[in-house]
C-alpha cells in the first residue's frame, strides 16, 4: 500500500512537443505528491508538487494534474526541450511524515 | 546559500567492512533525511532526523544506522557490507519536518562494494 507506481519506465519526445508521465497511488493517507528531476551525477531537484485539495498546478512548462478518486496524478512538460533530458520521479508522503516513496523513474530524452 | 553537501563522494570498500558517509545540510535546515538509489530498487527512504532524533526508519537491516549532531550535520554508518549495499546514497535537508516541507537532495555519495 505504500507503493507508487510510475509510467513509462523511458520516454522519448521530439523538441517542442508533450512529455506525459503518469503515476498511480493505493494509500489514501498520501496528502502531498511532488516531482523530482535528476540530472546524470546529481542529486534529485524538486521540480513541482501538488496536495491532493487541488485537480491541477501549472508552473511554467510544467503542469500537475490530480484526479484524487483515480488515486493517480501526471506531469506534463509543454513545449519540451533537449535540456529537459533528464530521470523524472514521482514521490508521495503521508500528512505529517518526512518521509518521501517514489515512483521507479521515468528517463526522459527529448529529441532535438 | 550553500546547498546540501555529502562526503565522500566516492568510495570503494570491500565485503564485511563498515563505512561512514556524511551530510551537511543547507544552512538552518533541521531535518535531514537519507535515501539509497540503486537501479532495481530505486530510491528508498532510510531514515530521517529533526533535533537530533530519529523521527522514522525505512524497511533496512539494522546493519544501516544514522545520527544527527547538534549542528543539524549526520552522518550514516553501514556496517558488515555486502555487495548489494552498493548504491548511491543521498542526503536530503529541509527547514523542518513535516509533509509538505520541500526536501533539497544533495549530490549523494556513490558507494562500490566489492
Known amino acids: 500500500q505504500q507503493q507508487v507506481k510510475q509510467s513509462p519506465q523511458s520516454l522519448i519526445v521530439q523538441k517542442g512537443g508533450i512529455s506525459i508521465i503518469n503515476c498511480a497511488y493505493e494509500n489514501t493517507a498520501f496528502d502531498y505528491f511532488p516531482w523530482y528531476q535528476q540530472f546524470p551525477g546529481k542529486g534529485p531537484a524538486l521540480l513541482i508538487a501538488?496536495?491532493?485539495?487541488?485537480s491541477e498546478k501549472k508552473e511554467g512548462r510544467f503542469t500537475i494534474s490530480f484526479n484524487k478518486s483515480a488515486k493517480q496524478f501526471s506531469l506534463h512538460i509543454m513545449d519540451s526541450q533537449p535540456g529537459d533530458s533528464a530521470t523524472y520521479f514521482c514521490?508521495?508522503?503521508?500528512?505529517?511524515?518526512?518521509?518521501?516513496?517514489f515512483g521507479q523513474g521515468t528517463r526522459l530524452t527529448i529529441n532535438p | 546559500k550553500a546547498g546540501v553537501t555529502q562526503t565522500p563522494r566516492y568510495l570503494i570498500k570491500t565485503r564485511g567492512q563498515q563505512v561512514t558517509l556524511s551530510c551537511s545540510p543547507i544552512s538552518g535546515h533541521r531535518s535531514v533525511s537519507w535515501y539509497q538509489q540503486t537501479p532495481g530498487q530505486g530510491l528508498q527512504f532510510l531514515f530521517e532526523y529533526f533535533s537530533e532524533t530519529q523521527r522514522n526508519k525505512g524497511n533496512f537491516p539494522g546493519r544501516f544506522s544514522g545520527r544527527q549532531f547538534s549542528n543539524s550535520r549526520s552522518e550514516m554508518n553501514v556496517s558488515t557490507l555486502e555487495l548489494g549495499d552498493s548504491a548511491l546514497y543521498l542526503c536530503a535537508s529541509s527547514l523542518l519536518l513535516g509533509s509538505g516541507e520541500t526536501q533539497y537532495f544533495g549530490p549523494g555519495t556513490r558507494l562500490l562494494v566489492l
Open positions: 501538488i496536495r491532493p485539495d487541488v
Open positions: 514521490a508521495a508522503s503521508v500528512q505529517g511524515a518526512q518521509k518521501l516513496v
